[in-house]
């Protein structure tokens, strides 16, 4: 399996990356992409990561206006607590059938608006299953979409 290229090889391929919508789901991704997604800083408004398999989710590197983030299907079992920190517009989370079994506070961004959670966690069949603990909404002052469902 070959590693991702190093931030000078990927510069000299990539000098100016203007997307504003990148998909990178099924490809078998196990880390996050972070030296690839760092071009994107300035453009990327949509990033679908969904079906890989990032079972430790590490922080996002800064992207400035990132707004639509899907994570769906790719096996999550745990978040680092900064792990959405660097993505000040993020307004739509998607992290529907992964395993992780409990949400925390501390990964929440404050910019959220809609927030999609969904299907088995841990091979438990219903969501309802699923640790919240006591002020995980808090610090979602902006969110106006939250659904939750099998």
Request: charged share 20%; with cysteine.
């Given at each position: 399996?070959?590693h991702l290229e190093s931030e000078n090889q990927v510069q000299q391929k990539?000098?100016?990356?203007?997307?504003?919508?990148?998909?990178?789901?099924?490809?078998?991704?196990?880390?996050?992409?972070?030296t690839i997604l760092e071009k994107f800083n300035a453009t990327l408004i949509?990033?679908?990561?969904?079906?890989?398999?990032?079972?430790?989710?590490?922080?996002?590197?800064?992207?400035?206006?990132?707004?639509?983030?899907?994570?769906?299907?790719?096996?999550?079992?745990?978040?680092?607590?900064?792990?959405?920190?660097?993505?000040?517009?993020?307004?739509?989370?998607?992290?529907?059938?992964?395993?992780?079994?409990?949400?925390?506070?501390?990964?929440?961004?404050?910019?959220?608006?809609?927030?999609f959670l969904s299907g088995e966690t841990r091979g438990m069949e219903l969501?309802?299953?699923?640790?919240?603990?006591?002020?995980?909404?808090?610090?979602?002052?902006?969110?106006?979409?939250?659904?939750?469902?099998?």
């Amino acid at each position: 399996m070959q590693h991702l290229e190093s931030e000078n090889q990927v510069q000299q391929k990539w000098p100016s990356m203007e997307w504003t919508h990148l998909s990178l789901a099924d490809n078998f991704i196990f880390d996050l992409p972070s030296t690839i997604l760092e071009k994107f800083n300035a453009t990327l408004i949509e990033l679908d990561l969904s079906r890989n398999f990032l079972i430790e989710m590490t922080a996002f590197p800064m992207m400035k206006t990132l707004r639509t983030l899907k994570l769906d299907d790719c096996n999550i079992m745990t978040f680092a607590n900064d792990s959405f920190k660097l993505l000040p517009q993020l307004e739509s989370l998607s992290m529907q059938r992964n395993r992780f079994v409990t949400l925390s506070p501390l990964f929440m961004t404050s910019s959220l608006k809609s927030l999609f959670l969904s299907g088995e966690t841990r091979g438990m069949e219903l969501l309802s299953e699923l640790d919240v603990p006591n002020g995980v909404f808090d610090a979602l002052q902006n969110l106006q979409v939250c659904i939750l469902f099998q």
